[in-house]
C-alpha cells in the first residue's frame, strides 16, 4: 500500500474571527479542490476569498514540491483555531468605554490525493 502524502498549507493572523471562517470551511471540507474553489469563488461571504487563496497556495504546493495530481486532490482537513485577540475601546457616553475585540484566525488546510486512482496507476 502507498503511503499518502498530506500537503499542508496554512495562514495566520488573518483578521477574521475564527467562528466566522469556520462557517465558510464547512462548506468545502472533504470536497475535491476545483469544486471547492467553486464554491469559494460564489460565495458571498468575506472569508472566502483568503481561503481561496490559501487553497490554491495550498494546490500550487502539491503539484510543484510533491509531483500530486491535480484531478484526485481533495481537501482532507480544514481547521481554523483562535489567534491572538486585539482589545480597543470606543468611548461612550459618561466616561464608559465599550470594550471592542478584534479577533484573529490561524487557518491550516490538508489536501490529500485519494487513494483509488493513485494505487490502479
Do not use: C
Not at 63 to 75: A, H, I, K, P
Not at 78 to 97: K, Q
Amino acid at each position: 500500500m502507498v503511503h499518502a502524502f498530506d500537503v499542508r498549507a496554512s495562514t495566520r493572523y488573518l483578521p477574521m474571527a475564527p467562528q466566522k471562517v469556520r462557517l465558510v470551511l464547512d462548506l468545502i471540507r472533504g470536497l475535491h479542490v476545483d469544486q471547492a474553489l467553486q464554491v469559494l469563488e460564489f460565495n458571498t461571504k468575506a472569508a472566502a476569498e483568503p481561503l481561496g487563496k490559501l487553497l490554491r497556495s495550498a494546490i500550487a504546493n502539491a503539484e510543484q514540491n510533491y509531483g500530486m495530481n491535480r484531478d484526485q486532490l481533495y481537501l482532507a482537513q480544514a481547521y481554523a483555531d483562535e489567534g491572538p485577540t486585539r482589545r480597543w475601546r470606543r468611548f461612550g457616553a459618561r466616561l464608559r468605554f465599550k470594550p471592542i475585540l478584534k479577533r484573529q484566525s490561524h487557518v491550516t488546510m490538508v489536501l490529500r490525493e485519494r487513494a483509488g486512482a493513485s494505487a490502479s496507476e
